[in-house]
């Protein structure tokens, strides 16, 4: 099982920081993922890390503003995202693997 | 960036009758292990995405045989063999041979 947190309001350039705690896998063992859903739109492959955090890859629009992070301690993951744009708006899932196991998603709102 | 192309992008289907999604990429989608990481999800209304399919073919746990992947480099097909109410939603194909992953643009499954 996957459970997001930490979505909300933000105003543009601002900050928020999502976490995702596993539970019921060996979380140490698996890359973990962020994907997002704009409203009303499709899927986006936001970001991935290795099973120790030493690799990580990020889709282009995020790049730079974004950072995933993981405490295998804590069997959570998680997306500091900074200098947030009213396209970030979106329901963000935390996925483990190549999707295997989704969260419920947590929603992120860019507006002043 | 590897584009996924599914077609059609909306699908009315008869109850019981079957159905088809096509789903092609701008590049071929053979790892260099020699595998193909070409996935299909469902996502029912207001629900988190769920993997049907993996590696093209690969049923995941507790999906119905009524549901099969099949294709090969760049071309691939989601076949349902009789449509059911509960199949109702949006297909997505998605391939993680190359960074960034990307999805389709997303198959609306209705009832006729």
């Known amino acids: 099982q996957l459970v997001e947190s930490g979505g909300g309001l933000a105003q543009p350039g601002g900050s928020l920081r999502l976490s995702c705690v596993a539970s019921g896998f060996t979380f140490s063992s698996y890359w973990m993922n962020w994907v997002r859903q704009a409203p009303g739109k499709g899927l986006e492959w936001v970001a991935r890390?290795?099973?120790?955090?030493?690799?990580?890859y990020y889709v282009d629009s995020v790049k730079g503003r974004f950072t995933i992070s993981r405490d295998n301690a804590k069997n959570s993951v998680y997306m500091q995202m900074n200098s947030l744009r009213a396209e970030d708006t979106a329901v963000y899932y935390c996925?483990?693997?190549?999707?295997?196991?989704w969260g419920q998603g947590t929603v992120v709102i860019v507006s002043s | 960036d590897a584009v996924m192309t599914q077609s059609p992008l909306s699908l009315p289907v008869t109850l019981g009758q079957p159905a088809s999604i096509s789903c092609r990429s701008s590049?071929?989608?053979?790892?260099?292990?020699?595998?193909?990481?070409l996935n299909w999800f469902q996502q029912r209304p207001g629900q988190s995405p769920r993997r049907l399919i993996y590696?093209?073919?690969n049923r995941d746990s507790g999906v119905p045989d009524k549901f099969s992947g099949s294709g090969s480099g760049t071309d691939f097909t989601l076949k349902i063999s009789r449509v059911e109410a509960e199949d109702v939603g949006v297909y997505y194909c998605a391939q993680g041979s190359r960074w960034p992953y990307t999805f389709g643009q997303g198959t609306k499954l209705e009832i006729k």
């Open positions: 590049q071929s989608l053979v790892y260099s292990d020699g595998n193909t990481y």
């Open positions: 590696r093209v073919s």
């Open positions: 996925a483990r693997g190549f999707g295997i196991i």
């Open positions: 890390i290795n099973q120790d955090g030493s690799e990580k």
